[in-house]
Protein backbone atom coordinates (compact mmCIF):
# COMPACT_ATOMS: atom_id res chain seq x y z
CA UNK A 1 0.00 0.00 0.00
CA UNK A 2 2.91 2.21 0.93
CA UNK A 3 4.55 1.57 -2.72
CA UNK A 4 0.95 2.42 -4.33
CA UNK A 5 1.10 5.94 -2.72
CA UNK A 6 4.71 6.68 -3.45
CA UNK A 7 4.05 5.49 -6.97
CA UNK A 8 0.98 7.95 -7.13
CA UNK A 9 2.84 10.90 -5.58
CA UNK A 10 5.60 10.02 -7.79
CA UNK A 11 3.09 9.93 -10.87
CA UNK A 12 1.72 12.96 -9.91
CA UNK A 13 5.08 14.84 -9.73
CA UNK A 14 5.86 13.72 -13.34
CA UNK A 15 2.59 15.07 -14.76
CA UNK A 16 2.97 18.51 -13.10
CA UNK A 17 6.50 18.63 -14.04
CA UNK A 18 5.18 17.97 -17.65
CA UNK A 19 2.53 20.24 -17.32
CA UNK A 20 4.65 23.07 -16.44
CA UNK A 21 7.21 22.12 -18.49
CA UNK A 22 4.64 22.74 -21.65
CA UNK A 23 3.52 26.07 -20.04
CA UNK A 24 6.66 27.29 -20.32
CA UNK A 25 7.30 26.43 -23.68
CA UNK A 26 3.79 27.47 -24.47
CA UNK A 27 4.49 30.88 -23.05
CA UNK A 28 7.86 31.32 -24.38
CA UNK A 29 6.11 30.54 -28.10
CA UNK A 30 3.78 33.13 -27.43
CA UNK A 31 6.08 35.66 -26.55
CA UNK A 32 8.28 34.98 -29.87
CA UNK A 33 5.30 35.45 -31.69
CA UNK A 34 3.96 38.29 -29.87
CA UNK A 35 7.41 40.16 -30.76
CA UNK A 36 7.46 38.59 -34.31
CA UNK A 37 4.06 39.88 -34.95
CA UNK A 38 4.89 44.01 -35.26
CA UNK A 39 7.41 43.38 -37.93
CA UNK A 40 5.73 42.42 -41.39
CA UNK A 41 7.01 42.19 -44.97
CA UNK A 42 5.74 43.96 -47.93
CA UNK A 43 6.76 42.25 -50.70
CA UNK A 44 6.49 43.67 -54.15
CA UNK A 45 6.88 42.54 -57.81
CA UNK A 46 5.89 44.04 -60.96
CA UNK A 47 1.59 43.91 -60.35
CA UNK A 48 1.33 42.43 -56.44
CA UNK A 49 2.17 43.86 -53.41
CA UNK A 50 1.76 41.15 -50.80
CA UNK A 51 2.08 41.94 -46.84
CA UNK A 52 3.31 38.88 -44.91
CA UNK A 53 4.98 38.03 -41.72
CA UNK A 54 7.64 36.12 -43.30
CA UNK A 55 10.21 36.89 -45.40
CA UNK A 56 9.57 37.44 -49.18
CA UNK A 57 10.50 34.79 -51.66
CA UNK A 58 13.47 36.18 -54.06
CA UNK A 59 11.74 37.15 -56.89
CA UNK A 60 9.96 40.18 -55.13
CA UNK A 61 11.63 42.94 -53.11
CA UNK A 62 11.36 43.48 -49.61
CA UNK A 63 10.41 46.02 -47.11
CA UNK A 64 10.08 45.49 -43.67
CA UNK A 65 7.04 47.44 -41.47
CA UNK A 66 7.25 47.70 -38.49
CA UNK A 67 4.52 48.31 -35.83
CA UNK A 68 6.07 50.43 -32.74
CA UNK A 69 3.77 52.76 -30.53
CA UNK A 70 1.37 53.53 -32.79
CA UNK A 71 3.31 54.18 -35.71
CA UNK A 72 4.55 52.52 -38.46
CA UNK A 73 7.73 52.42 -39.88
CA UNK A 74 8.90 51.20 -43.44
CA UNK A 75 12.74 49.98 -44.22
CA UNK A 76 13.99 48.65 -47.23
CA UNK A 77 15.65 45.09 -46.25
CA UNK A 78 17.30 44.29 -49.30
CA UNK A 79 19.40 46.80 -51.66
CA UNK A 80 17.18 48.60 -54.32
CA UNK A 81 17.33 46.64 -57.62
CA UNK A 82 17.79 48.36 -60.79
CA UNK A 83 15.76 50.83 -62.36
CA UNK A 84 12.85 49.25 -63.23
CA UNK A 85 11.46 51.03 -66.01
CA UNK A 86 14.97 49.93 -67.83
CA UNK A 87 13.76 46.18 -66.79
CA UNK A 88 10.30 47.02 -68.60
CA UNK A 89 12.19 48.32 -71.73
CA UNK A 90 14.49 45.64 -71.87
CA UNK A 91 11.87 42.99 -72.66
CA UNK A 92 11.41 42.67 -75.82
CA UNK A 93 8.06 40.82 -75.68
CA UNK A 94 5.61 43.44 -74.45
CA UNK A 95 3.09 45.15 -76.61
CA UNK A 96 2.29 48.74 -76.47
CA UNK A 97 -1.02 48.20 -74.49
CA UNK A 98 0.82 46.58 -72.04
CA UNK A 99 3.65 48.79 -71.54
CA UNK A 100 0.81 51.35 -71.25
CA UNK A 101 -1.28 49.73 -68.58
CA UNK A 102 2.46 49.29 -66.88
CA UNK A 103 3.20 52.80 -66.42
CA UNK A 104 -0.04 53.49 -65.66
CA UNK A 105 0.01 51.19 -62.60
CA UNK A 106 3.51 52.24 -61.77
CA UNK A 107 2.25 55.72 -61.59
CA UNK A 108 -0.65 55.25 -59.83
CA UNK A 109 1.85 53.40 -56.85
CA UNK A 110 4.08 55.75 -56.93
CA UNK A 111 1.24 58.45 -56.07
CA UNK A 112 0.16 56.52 -53.40
CA UNK A 113 4.01 55.93 -52.47
CA UNK A 114 3.63 60.00 -52.13
CA UNK A 115 0.70 59.43 -49.94
CA UNK A 116 2.02 57.58 -47.60
CA UNK A 117 5.15 59.02 -47.17
CA UNK A 118 2.84 62.43 -45.76
CA UNK A 119 1.17 60.35 -43.52
CA UNK A 120 4.21 58.54 -42.00
CA UNK A 121 5.90 62.39 -41.90
CA UNK A 122 2.62 63.13 -39.61
CA UNK A 123 3.18 60.78 -37.58
CA UNK A 124 6.76 61.26 -36.93
CA UNK A 125 5.95 64.58 -36.06
CA UNK A 126 3.28 63.93 -33.99
CA UNK A 127 5.46 61.31 -31.91
CA UNK A 128 7.99 64.31 -31.70
CA UNK A 129 5.62 66.57 -30.32
CA UNK A 130 4.30 63.84 -27.35
CA UNK A 131 8.29 63.59 -26.71
CA UNK A 132 8.49 66.77 -25.97
CA UNK A 133 5.17 67.61 -24.36
CA UNK A 134 5.77 64.55 -21.85
CA UNK A 135 9.14 65.49 -21.79
CA UNK A 136 8.31 69.44 -20.70
CA UNK A 137 10.47 70.46 -23.97
CA UNK A 138 9.52 73.60 -25.52
CA UNK A 139 8.40 73.86 -29.24
CA UNK A 140 10.89 76.56 -30.08
CA UNK A 141 13.60 74.55 -28.03
CA UNK A 142 17.04 74.17 -30.30
CA UNK A 143 17.06 70.05 -29.99
CA UNK A 144 13.01 70.20 -30.63
CA UNK A 145 13.70 71.94 -33.77
CA UNK A 146 17.09 70.35 -35.42
CA UNK A 147 15.01 66.74 -34.85
CA UNK A 148 11.85 68.30 -36.80
CA UNK A 149 14.48 69.69 -39.52
CA UNK A 150 15.83 66.45 -40.18
CA UNK A 151 12.67 64.11 -40.12
CA UNK A 152 11.15 66.87 -42.66
CA UNK A 153 14.43 66.40 -44.30
CA UNK A 154 14.44 63.03 -44.76
CA UNK A 155 10.97 63.01 -45.67
CA UNK A 156 11.46 65.72 -48.19
CA UNK A 157 14.33 63.42 -50.07
CA UNK A 158 12.46 60.74 -50.16
CA UNK A 159 9.03 62.19 -51.60
CA UNK A 160 11.49 64.29 -54.19
CA UNK A 161 13.42 60.97 -55.05
CA UNK A 162 9.37 59.87 -55.80
CA UNK A 163 8.40 62.80 -57.39
CA UNK A 164 11.42 62.66 -59.92
CA UNK A 165 10.25 59.16 -60.85
CA UNK A 166 6.99 60.14 -61.17
CA UNK A 167 7.84 62.76 -63.23
CA UNK A 168 10.22 60.54 -65.70
CA UNK A 169 7.46 57.67 -65.68
CA UNK A 170 4.69 60.82 -66.90
CA UNK A 171 6.64 62.06 -69.29
CA UNK A 172 7.80 58.47 -70.91
CA UNK A 173 4.05 58.05 -71.07
CA UNK A 174 3.58 60.75 -72.83
CA UNK A 175 5.94 59.91 -75.59
CA UNK A 176 4.64 56.87 -75.62
CA UNK A 177 1.28 58.46 -76.19
CA UNK A 178 2.39 60.21 -79.23
Known amino acids: MLINIVNLAD ?3 LATYRWGLFGLLLCASIGVNAADSKLIYKCTTQEQVIFSQQP ?12 HYGLATETASQAPNNDPLLKILARKDLTEAQLRRWLETEIYRLQQEHSYLEILRTGELQKLQRESYWEHVAASAPAFLQKQRKINQHYDGLQQNNQQQLTRLQEYKLQLAE
Not at 59 to 65: A, C, F, M, N, V
Open 11 to 13: ATM
Open 56 to 67: CPPDYTQHQLEY
